[in-house]
C-alpha cells in the first residue's frame, strides 16, 4: 500500500490531530491517503502531520502533567475514567471492528476480540490501581524515622505504534500509563491509524481532561521527534527492530526511558504424544493453522516456526498442507472468512521474496506460495496471498532466521526434547513459543526452558490483561500488562522523615 500526500481539500473527509483537546488539521496543511488493503481503493484521508505538530503536542502535555491535576486525581478518579472508557469501547464495539477490519484487513471476528482484549486492559488496570496502598514502609531501624517508598508516573510519555493490531497496541500502552496518571503523546501507525484515533475520541468523551492524551498522524519524522525530544520522559515503541533501535539512538542522549516490543520468530513445538488420538491430532493440526496464520500471518507472536517430532512429521505435514489450502480467503467484514489481505503492496513483495528465497535454499512448498486467483471475495486489486506451508527447513535458511510478517510457516524436525528446545531457542528473538504435549512433566520442562517471554501449553495466541507480554533477546526490552505493565509507566520515590529532629554536632571548620 502506498502512501500518498495530497492538499486537504475542503470536500474532503480529513481525519485530524488533537493537540490540548483540540481537533485540527496538521501544520503542514497536507494529508495522507489510507488505503484498504483488500481492494486498495481510498478509506480516509488524515492529517499528515510533521514535527511541528510533535513539538505542540509534546508542549501540552508537558503542561497538562506539569501544572495540571491529571497527576494528582486520585487512584480512585483515575479509575471510573477507565472504566467510562470501557463502557465506551463496548457500546461502539461493532463499529470499531468495521474501522480496524477494513483499515487492517483482518478478519471481523479477531477484530470483535481485539476491542474485547482492550477493554479488558481498561478493566484491568483500573482495578489495579484500587488495590495499592499508599506507599511501602522501609524499616530504618530507628522509632524517629519514617521512610517510604512511593510511586509516581513518569511524566509525559511518547507512545508509537505499528500498523498490526493497532487497536491492541494501543490500548494496551495507554491504559496503564492513564492509571499511573501520566500524559501523553500517541503516535499510531501511518498505515493503520483509524481505530487509533477513534479510541482517542473516546478518551475524550469519557471526560479525560485537554492535554493529557493527544495524537499525531504522520510519518516517521513525527517518531524521530518524539524519540529525541527533551521534554519527553519516556518512549514506548512496538515495532521493527531496526525501528526500534533508531528510537533508542533517538532517546539515549536525554536518558528517557525506553521501552519496545519488536519482532519475534516463534516456535511452536509439537510432540509425537498429542497426536497419539484424533482428537490430539486434530487439535494440534488445527493450532498450528490458528498460530501461523491468524491475521494472515501478521501478529508479531505468529508461530510460524513449526518444530515436529519426526514420528508424525509425514501425516502432521500433510495434513496441515491439505487444510492450509482450504483456508478461506477474502475481505475481512465479509462473513466466513478466515484470512485477509496482507497489509500493504510492500508487504506483499517482501513476502513472495521470502518464499523465493526458501525455495532457492531447498524449501519445498507444501501448501500455498502464490497469490490466489481473483474471485467473489477475494478482489483483483487487493495485496493477497495464500497459507503457505514449506517443509524441509532449517536454521541457516532466511525464511527461518527473518521475522517476516505474513502467511508464511515453516516445518522444521526434531528426534528428542532435548533437540525440540536447542532448535526452539536457536533464534536472537524471544517473543512467544508453545509446546504440544500430553505429557505433563514435559510440557512444564520445555515450557521453563524456553527462552521466549509468553509460553503456551497445547494452545496459541491466548492472552490475559492480568498477565505480562514481552519478549526476550531482540524480541524487546519490558512488558505491558500485568503489574509490571504498569509499573513501567512510575518511577519510585523515597521519601525519608526525621521524626525527632534535634541539633547534631557541627562538623569541624578545620
Partial sequence: MSAHRSPVHPATPLETVHIDGQARPATSGTGREIHDPADGTVLAIVAEGDVADADAAVAAARRAFDDGPWPHRSVAERAELLRRVAALLQRDREEIAIIESRDTGRTLEECHADVDDVTGAFRYFADLVMTESGGRVVDAGDPDVHSVVVHEAVGVCALITSWNDPLLQ????????????????????????????????????????????????????????????????????????????????????????????????????????????????????????????????????????????????????????????????????????????LISARQLAEVEACVTSAREEGAVVRSGGSRPAATGTVPAGGHFYRPTVLDGCHREMRVVREAVLGPILTVETFRTEEEAVTLANDTEYGLAGAVWTGDAGRARRVARRLRHGTVWINDYHRGLPQAEWGGFGRSGTGRVLGPTGLARYRVSKHIWQNLNPRPKRRLSAG
Avoid: W
Wanted: hydrophobic share 45%; glycine share 12%.
Fill in 170 to 341: 494501543a490500548g494496551r500502552t495507554i491504559a496503564p500509563a492513564l492509571a499511573a496518571g501520566n500524559t501523553f503523546v500517541l503516535k499510531p501507525s501511518e498505515v493503520t491509524p483509524l481505530s487509533t484515533v477513534h479510541l482517542i475520541r473516546l478518551l475524550a468523551e469519557a471526560g479525560l481532561p485537554a492535554g493529557i492524551a493527544n495524537l499525531i498522524t504522520g510519518g516517521d519524522q513525527v517518531g524521530a521527534r518524539l524519540s529525541e525530544h527533551p521534554d519527553v520522559d519516556l518512549v514506548s515503541f512496538t515495532g521493527g527492530l531496526d525501528g526500534g533501535a533508531k528510537v533508542a539512538q533517538a532517546a539515549a542522549p536525554t536518558a528517557k526511558q525506553v521501552l519496545m516490543e519488536l519482532g519475534g520468530r516463534n516456535p511452536n513445538i509439537v510432540f509425537a504424544d498429542f497426536c497419539a488420538t484424533d482428537e490430539g491430532f486434530d487439535a494440534a493440526v488445527d493450532g498450528t493453522l490458528r498460530a501461523a496464520f491468524l491475521h494472515s500471518g501478521q501478529a508479531r507472536s505468529a508461530g510460524s516456526r513449526l518444530m515436529v517430532e519426526e514420528l508424525v512429521r509425514e501425516r502432521f505435514v500433510s495434513e496441515l498442507a491439505r487444510r492450509a489450502d482450504s483456508i478461506r480467503l477474502g475481505r475481512g467484514t465479509l462473513d466466513g472468512v478466515e484470512c485477509g489481505p
